[in-house]
């Protein structure tokens, strides 16, 4: 079965600039997480989808980040200005709504915002 | 809201030593719990997980055991190697909802 796909797995930009990442879920699972990771700490979710629908968004940054989930499937996260903070790693990741079932993450992008 | 906090790092230990990474949670309810893991350049693995009290995950030759009275669910591995150097995440989640992460453990084997 394929994973969590992402890309880029790398991204350098000035900040202000705008970025935006893509994932494409596992084939079947209606649930979609981003996750920001900043080094040195543990992931934190910024939006949880389930199917195209936000089921949990309260701390993304929503005066420059956004996200969609288009049909259902395939995912993107902009940022829009960047911020030198905004430095981290970005993970997608999926599951099945089912309860008690893991999430499945992507290797992420590495954001770097000079 | 709900929390799960980790021992503090780094841990570095020898090889065939014993392993304990601490972790302990605050939830309403019943989660699931879990452990991750993060080998240097790759993404998070799921290494075990309990879904419910007095459940033990294991694989690998690592453990843990979902203790409900004391909120905790600590990762046990007999003997280490050096391959099991990584950075270890302890996770809940409720129902359906997000994972809440602790803030990780880095490890480090040396030979």
């Known amino acids: 079965e394929a994973g969590v796909a992402q890309s880029p797995r790398y991204k350098i930009i000035e900040k202000r600039q705008s970025v935006a990442f893509w994932c494409n879920p596992i084939?079947?699972?209606?649930?979609l997480y981003w996750y920001q990771q900043i080094l040195g700490q543990g992931p934190k979710l910024l939006i949880q989808?389930?199917?195209?629908?936000?089921?949990?968004d309260s701390q993304l940054p929503k005066d420059r980040f956004s996200a969609e989930r288009l049909k259902g499937v395939d995912s993107t996260l902009k940022i829009q200005p960047a911020k030198l903070e905004d430095s981290a790693v970005y993970l997608c990741?999926?599951?099945?709504?089912?309860?008690?079932?893991?999430?499945?993450f992507g290797q992420g992008t590495r954001l770097t915002v000079v | 809201g709900d929390s799960v906090t980790q021992m503090e790092g780094p841990v570095t230990l020898s090889e065939e030593a014993f392993l304990t990474i601490n972790c302990t949670y605050t939830?309403?309810?019943?989660?699931?719990l879990f452990w991750y893991v993060q080998y240097p350049g790759e993404g998070l693995q799921l290494l075990l997980k309990?879904?419910?009290?007095?459940d033990k995950g294991s694989n690998k030759g690592f453990e843990a055991t979902y203790r409900k009275e004391t909120t905790s669910f600590h990762l046990e591995k007999g003997s280490v190697q050096v391959s099991d150097s990584a950075v270890y995440f302890c996770?809940?989640?409720?129902?359906?909802?997000?994972?809440?992460f602790g803030q990780g453990t880095r490890l480090t084997i040396n030979p």
């Open positions: 989808f389930q199917n195209n629908g936000v089921v949990d």
């Open positions: 939830a309403t309810g019943y989660p699931s």
């Open positions: 990741a999926s599951s099945s709504p089912r309860m008690n079932t893991e999430a499945f």
């Open positions: 996770a809940l989640r409720q129902r359906a909802q997000k994972l809440v």
């Open positions: 309990a879904t419910k009290a007095d």
């Open positions: 084939s079947g699972h209606a649930t």
